[in-house]
């Protein structure tokens, strides 16, 4: 295997940056449960004016920044309606139901939209039998939808039927600031109409650790007592924080050259014998593609991993590739010479 890596398995993969560790060296500290960090009330005052809320709470995790965040909109027994598709749904461990006492509505996803007409089907009118329609989650970019992005129309759109009746919507915004990037607009006109918002100072904006849960001042109090009960009220955070800092103010405007060389390694893998993929499909990071070639997914994986590209199979015949901070047009390049070459031989040998 080669010296170098080239990881694709995620951009929670990336490393900090110089500058992060300058600042978390440097940081000036404080116990956080008391509220006496200073450089962690400085990251959640600058989280909360980026997203347009009042307030903004720094968490360990997205995990948990969504389970905050569900929590401190809901009570037990309620009902969530959400993607189909969802982080929330397949990947946290459903603590949801374990932690929340919350009963999950998944609808179906579709590029990471949900459509509005399901959303008010699917909310439960008052009847004994019911259980009570708590919230609506939604998510952008979209994970498992291929880095999918969501406009401000369709976020709109969804918190306009949940909002009429008197549901607040959670965005779980992991990679929002890929969106943002991807349609060229300011976070906030894809913040504005959601209740509250998760997004991951880790991920594409490279920070080691940390998420942050942003919407009203009273919300963010009860999510606050929400975090100790999980204990997730750290002390001298500030550490963290100072990397979240760099990362709000110097990584955001570069993830546009994560979508370019994303763009670039989906527009070649669609060229090859075996691969299936749509590329106008692909607007930001991430890079799911079908694998038609009798190799299958996880023999396509492993036969790059021994050319040191490092990527994961989500299903037996599907790869996804995430591009990130640390991955230059150069990887793309190799990654494609490498696929193809694999391909080659393996279409040649199953004629
Ligand atoms: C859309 C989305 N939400 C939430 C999370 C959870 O973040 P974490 O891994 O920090 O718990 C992820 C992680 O990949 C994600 O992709």
């Known amino acids: 295997m080669p010296d170098r890596l080239i990881d694709l398995r995620s951009d929670t993969v990336t490393l900090p940056t110089p500058a992060m560790r300058r600042a978390m060296a440097e940081a000036e500290v404080g116990d956080d449960v008391f509220g ?24 360990t995790s997205g995990t948990q920044g969504n389970l905050v965040g569900v929590l401190s909109h809901t009570r037990r027994g309620d009902e969530v309606i959400l993607g189909d598709q969802s982080h929330i749904y397949h990947y946290e461990v459903g603590g949801c139901a374990v932690i ?38 939604i998510e952008n970019t979209h994970n498992r939808n291929s880095g999918a992005v969501l ?31 991807a349609l060229g607009v300011d976070v906030r006109t894809l913040t ?7 997004f991951c100072l880790s991920k594409g904006l490279s920070a080691p650790v940390g998420s942050v849960l942003c919407g009203s001042r009273e919300y963010i109090a009860t ?27 110097t990584m955001v405007d570069r993830l546009a050259e994560d979508h370019e060389n994303a763009a670039l390694l989906a527009q070649g893998l669609a060229e090859l014998p075996g691969i299936a993929l749509d590329p106008a499909k692909v607007r930001t990071n991430i890079v799911i593609f079908g694998v038609t070639a009798p190799i299958g997914a996880a023999g396509l994986v492993r ?37 193809r070459d694999i391909l080659a031989g393996v279409m040649i040998s199953a004629r």
């Open 36 to 59: 006496e960090d200073p450089t962690v009330n400085r990251l959640e005052e600058m989280a909360a004016e980026r997203m347009g809320k009042e307030a903004a709470l720094l968490v």
């Open 100 to 137: 929340g006492g919350l009963q999950l509505h998944p609808l179906p996803n579709i590029d990471g939209m949900i459509d509005p007409a399901e959303i008010e089907a699917a909310i439960r009118p008052e009847n004994i039998h019911h259980p009570r329609t708590g919230l609506v989650c």
């Open 151 to 181: 406009d401000r129309s369709q976020i709109s759109a969804i918190c306009q039927v949940a909002h009429n009746h008197g549901i607040p919507v959670h965005l779980d915004g992991a990679r929002i600031f890929n969106a943002a990037v």
């Open 192 to 198: 504005e109409p959601v209740d509250s918002v998760t």
């Open 223 to 249: 999510a606050r007592k929400y975090r100790k009960m999980l204990g997730g009220g750290m002390r001298q955070a500030g550490i963290i924080a100072a990397a979240g800092i760099v990362a709000l103010t």
């Open 303 to 339: 036969a790059l991993k021994e050319r040191g590209i490092l990527c994961n199979a989500t299903a037996p015949d599907r790869i996804r590739m995430v591009t990130h901070y640390g991955i230059e047009r150069t990887d793309i390049e190799t990654t494609l010479r490498a696929a």
